[in-house]
């Protein structure tokens, strides 16, 4: 069985920074895609970050420069570094796997976890 747990989120002053994690099991980790996603109030969730098995990372615009994905293969955990938050990055942060095409955009994801909350205020 796939799960996918994040860990993470919080309540951070505007400029400030977080560290999402999602530890994931019941699959080939280190072989497939892996991305996060949010989700803000009244929004359609969008893509934020993937990286696909080699390394390869691809952002959203609106983060691009601020937030920073990788991935630990030995210990299946992915990860979000969030730099220089601002108000409209609060959202709800799904992880997700096993993409396919491994871009915010086209990226299709087989397994979700069930997101951490990350609150930015300003």
């Known amino acids: 069985e796939v799960q996918l747990v994040e860990s993470g989120g919080g309540s951070v002053q505007a400029g400030g920074s977080l560290r999402l994690s999602c530890v994931a099991s019941g699959f080939t980790f280190s072989s497939v895609c892996m991305g996060w996603f949010r989700q803000a109030p009244g929004k359609e969730r969008e893509g934020v970050a993937t990286i696909d098995s080699d390394g390869t990372t691809n952002y959203a615009e609106s983060v691009s420069g601020r937030f920073t994905v990788s991935r630990d293969n030995v210990m299946s955990i992915l990860y979000l570094q969030m730099k220089s938050l601002k108000a409209e990055d609060t959202a709800l942060y799904y992880c997700?796997?096993?993409?396919?095409?491994?871009?915010?955009?086209?990226?299709?994801?087989?397994?979700w976890g069930q997101g951490t909350q990350v609150t930015v205020s300003s």
């Open positions: 997700a796997s096993d993409l396919g095409p491994c871009t915010v955009d086209a990226g299709t994801p087989l397994d």
